[in-house]
């Protein structure tokens, strides 16, 4: 699995080490992942119901972040195109 993410699922350059922007996608997930997980633990044990709300709004947006990040640091959608 791990030679597939290295190499690419189809030889085209798609997977994890095609270049510096890697680097930067996987900041970019560690700090949306971090961020989601920090307001989760602040509100686990609230009980008000604007704030229930306030949280699960604030915690949803890191996390689609960090679904994204993560697809974009796999290769999701990358496509080759010649020139």
């Known amino acids: 699995m791990l030679?597939?993410?290295l190499q690419g699922f189809d030889g085209a350059g798609v997977g994890?080490?095609?270049g510096p922007e890697d680097f930067w996608l996987l900041i970019g997930t560690v700090a949306m992942?971090?961020?989601g997980f920090y307001f989760m633990?602040?509100?686990w044990g609230v009980e008000d119901?604007?704030?229930k709300e306030y949280y699960a709004i604030t915690i949803m947006i890191p996390m689609?972040?960090?679904a994204?990040?993560?697809s974009m640091l796999f290769g999701f959608g990358a496509t080759v195109?010649?020139?």
């Open 49 to 51: 119901p604007k704030a």
């Open 64 to 66: 689609i972040a960090f």
């Open 68 to 70: 994204s990040y993560l």
């Open 81 to 83: 195109v010649e020139v």
């Open 41 to 43: 633990v602040k509100g």
């Open 3 to 5: 030679e597939v993410l």
């Open 16 to 18: 994890i080490g095609r």
């Open 33 to 35: 992942l971090v961020g």
